[in-house]
């Protein structure tokens, strides 16, 4: 599930890092304590209306830009998506396994492993 608030707290983070600004700096000329901030950033607080202005703001971005930025990472991330619940899922690969071979009645000097393509055959000489 794409969740919103990631890819916005992922656009403003990249907005604050572009201008070399710390979160201490945006929060407070933001007026936004500085843990809410980061929680705003790393997708786990939803930002209000009121707060997102504030932050763009501090930011001197206009928010219809960073609503652009959020709108084409989302269409990006519905491709993706998509894309990959429409891809076929691969069949398993078949693969011998080596590790060791138990065979009752039969001395181990008589026991010889061949290992074809796709299978171990067990073959007692």
Known sequence: MILL???????LRRQRQRQGRTL??????ARVSLGYLSEVERG???ASSE???AICDALDVRMSELMREV???LALAELAQSAAATEPVP?????????SVSVTGVPPER???KAP?????????
């Open 91 to 99: 069949a398993p690969v078949r693969r011998p396994v080596l590790n």
């Open 5 to 11: 608030r990631r890819l916005l707290g992922d656009v």
């Open 44 to 46: 786990q607080k939803e």
């Open 111 to 113: 026991v010889t492993i």
């Open 71 to 73: 709108s084409d990472e």
């Open 24 to 29: 201490r700096e945006v929060s407070s000329s």
């Open 117 to 125: 393509a796709e299978a171990v055959d067990v073959v007692a000489a």
């Open 51 to 53: 707060l997102l202005s």
